[in-house]
Structures are given as C-alpha cells and as structure tokens.
C-alpha cells in the first residue's frame, strides 16, 4: 500500500506542476459585442432566403418543347446496323421435306 500512496503523491505533484505553468486561455465565446450584432444580421439573411424561397415556388417553370420518348431515335442507333444483323432480327422459316408419295419415296 505504501508504494500506492507514493504513486498518488508523485501524481498529485506532477498535476500541480503542470497546473502552475499551463497558460490561461481566454474563451472565444466570450464577446457579446458580436452577438449583438450577429443576430440581426442573420434575422434579416434568413427573412430574405424566406422571401427568395416563397418567390421562386410561386412562379410559373417555361413550357419546356419536350420530345416524347417514344418518338425519340438516338443520334448513334445507326451504329447497331452491323452486316448480317437481319439474321439476328428474324427468326428464319424452316419448311420440313416431306416425301412425296404419289412417288413412292419413302426417304
């Protein structure tokens, strides 16, 4: 117990060092001439962003010429017609071989 109370008073001695050569600070919060002036300011930004707000959402938007979508064509849709792209585009139509009877072929 003894060496517990030697670390305690060494502790207790470096904190009062410490305490004695720490400068004092003054707060920055601490100078109500500028809060006096501050908060009007800030009253009056806030009143006119309130009126630019309150006017910008009662005007009216500008027709906008809007192209439909449906009737839009990408500017670059010729690009995707490569050589050999109707194959791709349709379904080829198969005619199975019958064997004609009246022949007789049977193959």
């Known amino acids: ?8 008073e060494a502790f207790a001695r470096l904190r009062e060092v410490d305490a004695q050569q ?3 600070i003054a ?3 601490a100078q ?3 809060r006096r002036f501050m908060m009007p300011a800030i009253a009056a930004v806030l009143l006119l962003m309130t ?5 910008v959402s009662r005007t009216k938007p500008a027709p906008v010429d809007a192209i439909r979508i449906e009737t839009w064509r990408a ?7 490569t050589p050999g792209s109707d194959l791709t585009s ?3 139509r198969l005619q199975p071989q ?3 009877i009246r022949k007789g072929d049977r193959s």
Not at 75 to 81: C, E, G, N, Q, Y
């Open 98 to 100: 019958l064997p004609d």
């Open 32 to 34: 109500p001439q500028r």
């Open 75 to 81: 500017p670059t849709d010729f690009l995707l017609k």
């Open 1 to 8: 117990m003894n060496e517990d109370d030697d670390l305690r």
């Open 51 to 55: 009126i630019a707000l309150v006017y």
């Open 22 to 24: 720490t400068p004092r």
């Open 90 to 92: 349709s379904v080829p």
């Open 27 to 29: 707060m920055p919060c």
